[in-house]
């Protein structure tokens, strides 16, 4: 069973930084996984933020390229959002997934199977 624990999180300013960390245990050494970033703020929709594939393959959402980095240990057991130039309206509780498979793009959010149990960023103008 695949757990994943977000921390990080935190209020900040507009134009500030923050650096959110997934710690991931229980996958299974013989799958290959997409490890994902996720927010959902109040009144909304959970959103994609940035996605990691097995082969180490990155993508983002718009609104969050050049801003976002996503990233993981050599050892792919801990997944990390680096989160510049944030904007009040980045504020959300951010979540960490994760889900056996080898393709990571096209795949609703919904699909993922393991999830976090979310970290708050909240970010003031």
């Known amino acids: 069973q695949v757990q994943l624990v977000e921390s990080g999180g935190g209020s900040v300013q507009a134009g500030g930084s923050l650096r959110l960390s997934c710690a991931v245990s229980g996958k299974n050494r013989y799958s290959t996984y997409c490890m994902g970033w996720f927010r959902q703020a109040p009144g909304k929709e959970r959103e994609d933020v940035a996605r990691?594939?097995?082969?180490?393959?990155?993508s983002y959402s718009d609104s969050m390229k050049g801003r976002f980095t996503i990233s993981q240990d050599n050892a792919k057991n801990n997944l990390y959002l680096q989160m510049n130039s944030l904007k009040p309206e980045d504020t959300a509780m951010y979540y960490c997934?994760?889900?056996?498979?080898?393709?990571?793009?096209?795949?609703?959010?919904?699909?993922?199977?393991?999830w976090g149990q979310g970290t708050q960023v909240t970010v003031s103008s």
């Open positions: 997934a994760a889900d056996r498979r080898v393709i990571c793009g096209g795949v609703h959010w919904s699909a993922f199977d393991y």
């Open positions: 990691s594939a097995g082969d180490g393959t990155t």
